[in-house]
């Protein structure tokens, strides 16, 4: 019994809270969406070595093998960040930390800079 109090208070505290909510919800989604694409990273990196790297010697073979690299840490880094966002979306006093997105397989929000 005090368990469904609890939860119904809290429920009624977040449907209140209308800005603040939304921000939290805003990093929530964010956050999922940097999880659910951060394995694109390292395969369009391949497919499109960044145009940095063109001036290296065989660069058709070596600009692929770097954005191999370059895209798996920058996976990495998307993959972490959007975890954090997941897990600081109830305190909204964190922006978000997430990269811009790739790709945006969740609708909903606009990445804010």
């Known amino acids: 019994m005090h368990r469904t109090v ?3 208070a809290l429920l009624a505290t977040l449907s209140v809270a209308g800005p603040a909510s939304a921000g939290g919800f ?11 694409t951060f394995p694109a990273d390292p ?8 145009e940095v790297l ?6 058709p073979v070596t600009g692929r093998i770097c954005g191999l690299v370059i895209g798996s840490i920058q996976g990495v880094y998307r993959a972490f960040a959007g975890a954090t966002d997941v897990v600081t979306s109830p305190l909204i006093v964190f922006p ?17 800079e």
Not at 26 to 36: A, F, Q, V
Not at 43 to 50: I, L, N, R
């Open 26 to 36: 805003h990093n929530l989604l964010i956050g999922l969406n940097g999880i659910l």
């Open 6 to 8: 609890t939860v119904l």
């Open 96 to 112: 978000s930390f997430s990269p811009e997105p790739r790709y945006q397989l969740i609708p909903g929000f606009e990445y804010e």
């Open 54 to 59: 063109e001036d290296m010697p065989l660069f």
């Open 43 to 50: 395969v369009m990196q391949v497919v499109h070595p960044p």
